[in-house]
């Protein structure tokens, strides 16, 4: 027998009109559980339960005979120790040195049945990913809108009118302030685009830690004063200087940034945010821990997935892409580093810890 028809992941099976083997492949005497020694003893109403014997003879063999061929029939084989195995039968019958013979392809229903499992997983994940990128390109023009009305509606009241001072100054605070809301969500855009297509940049060199985390907190600070919430760092003193990493730093200022505004944004006012820094045997650990909305244990799992918000409907959802925690993780494991996120649950905070490789200080 061809060794491509032995070793298929269906079994194969040709048998005379009496019913004896004519051949048979190795797929079906390992789902069997006989050895090819015996082949020539074996008979097709010894691997058929009595149920199936019946089945065979007043139903399977004689459309066989009468049309030539039978299409996803369901038999059960009976094996050597007695166990009944389901199976999805497909047969030929044809005329081979004047006698005629017939082909089965026999398939295990188990097989089929973690084939068809595989295939509508997939399925739904592919419906899910089409579902998420649709409601992404929904959120980006929306995001991306609403600085651009408010740069364009102040535009036009000091083009229009003659503001006072106060008005003049409020319009130039909010036109910049959604002008960098707009880089931020263009920077995120472009970001997840190299990531995509593998071209994210790096500059690799020696980073220390501690003073990414203190320039991370420094420009999270007026955003976390103007909520009232308390933004605590934990440096171990004796780490300033041998945090040390390899990697770029303006992409690990990025996780931070990333982690931290997440956590302000999140955190009611009166809450606390926590950045903590120490050494756990080969790592460097940084922990990012807060009081605010925490996360379900649902959608936990999807936490670092892209295109995923706890909520996408663009009226009740905070802003943002649900890019930025994709691309923290994907910044990190460039890094050579992992990231998890855990929570107790809705309501009761959030940490996020991050581990990079330590680097040794000549």
């Known amino acids: 027998m061809d060794e491509l028809l032995n070793n298929a992941p269906c079994g194969f099976l040709v048998v005379t009109d009496d019913g004896k083997f004519a051949e048979i492949n190795q797929t079906l005497l390992d789902l069997l559980g006989y050895e090819r020694d015996g082949l020539d003893t074996l008979h097709i109403e010894k691997i058929l339960p009595v149920a199936g014997r019946i089945f065979y003879q007043t139903h399977f063999f004689p459309l066989l005979k009468l049309h030539g061929k039978v299409e996803e029939i369901y038999l059960s084989l009976r094996s050597r120790t007695g166990e009944e195995i389901p199976v999805l039968v497909n047969a030929v019958r044809r005329e081979r040195g004047g ?67 106060k008005t003049v100054r409020h319009a130039i605070e909010t036109i910049e302030r959604s002008a960098k809301a707009q880089r931020l969500l263009i920077e995120d855009i472009l970001d997840f685009a190299r990531i995509t297509s593998g071209k994210l940049s790096m500059e690799v060199g020696r980073v220390n830690l501690a003073k990414t985390i203190e320039s991370a907190v420094e420009i999270l600070a007026p955003a976390a004063n103007a909520k009232e919430i308390r933004l605590e760092t934990t440096l171990a003193s004796n780490l300033r200087s041998k945090a040390l990493v390899s990697g770029d730093s303006n992409r690990l200022r990025q996780v931070l940034w990333n982690l931290l505004s997440n956590s302000v944004k999140f955190t009611p006012s009166g809450g606390n945010v926590q950045v903590r820094l120490e050494r756990v045997n080969s790592n460097m650990e940084i922990s990012v821990r807060d009081t605010g909305q925490g996360i379900s244990p649902e959608f936990l799992p999807h936490v670092f997935e892209r295109f995923r918000q706890v909520d996408n409907s663009t009226t009740k959802r905070h802003s943002g892409l649900g890019l930025g925690l994709a691309i923290t993780r994907h910044i990190v494991e460039l890094h050579g580093g992992t990231i998890r996120a855990e929570s107790p649950g809705e309501h009761l905070g959030a940490t996020f810890t991050v581990n990079l490789p330590v680097i040794n200080k000549r």
């Open 99 to 165: 006698v005629f013979i017939n082909d089965c392809i026999l398939m295990p229903m188990v097989r089929r049945n973690q084939f068809e499992d595989e295939l509508m997983k997939a399925k739904k994940e592919a419906e899910a990913a089409t579902l998420a990128k649709d409601e992404f390109m929904s959120v980006v023009s929306h995001e991306l809108r609403t600085p651009l009305n408010a740069i364009l509606g102040w535009t036009q009241i000091l083009q229009n009118k003659e503001p006072d001072e």
